[in-house]
């Protein structure tokens, strides 16, 4: 199993943030084709006061490299990615990452 | 259902350090009460080739913040907090998360 990341840092105006990405980005990217599971996480603390932490992430399951690469280029993929973009580009890194347990 | 998340950036020694982690760490935290799934994954690429991204991360679930503060507070969970300083303290960052979907 792979997954697609996206870390969020603080956005400017959390109540907007969310808004958009519940109601219009979350529906968008579920529509990849391949998506198994999409888990999507709120940072609530850290036993670390002063780490630096995020303030969301998504973490979206594929089967292996070559499906989360399909969906990345299929229709959906690329409307998730062009809506991501335009509403959050600032604040979002992403990764592909290999899930070695669990 | 939260998690304890722990990041950890690029060590020194990657060998030696996938050696401990593997064999030493994740069996102590496994230990930990409550614990319900322990999730590792290693970051494989980004989409984004300027983006800083991490080397490794843990996710670990628990019922609820009170379950996932007992954890850490019990002889278990110092006992891997011990170890993960001693070999891993300059890499890693953690954080607790409120998983809100998925």
Chains 1, 2 share one sequence.
Do not use: W
Request: include cysteine; glycine fraction near 6%.
């Amino acid at each position: 199993m792979v997954k697609l990341v996206a870390v969020y840092r603080t956005p400017e105006d959390p109540a907007a943030f969310d808004k958009h990405y519940f109601e219009t980005h979350v529906p968008l990217a579920k529509k990849m084709p391949g998506l198994i599971k999409c888990e999507i996480e709120k940072v609530v603390g850290s036993p670390m006061p002063s780490a630096e932490t995020p303030y969301l992430a998504a973490h979206m399951y594929f089967a292996n490299m070559d499906a989360l690469k399909a969906a990345m280029a299929s229709p959906e993929g690329k409307a998730s990615a062009k809506d991501l973009m335009g509403f959050a580009g600032k604040y979002v890194r992403m990764h592909f990452t290999q899930v070695v347990e669990g």
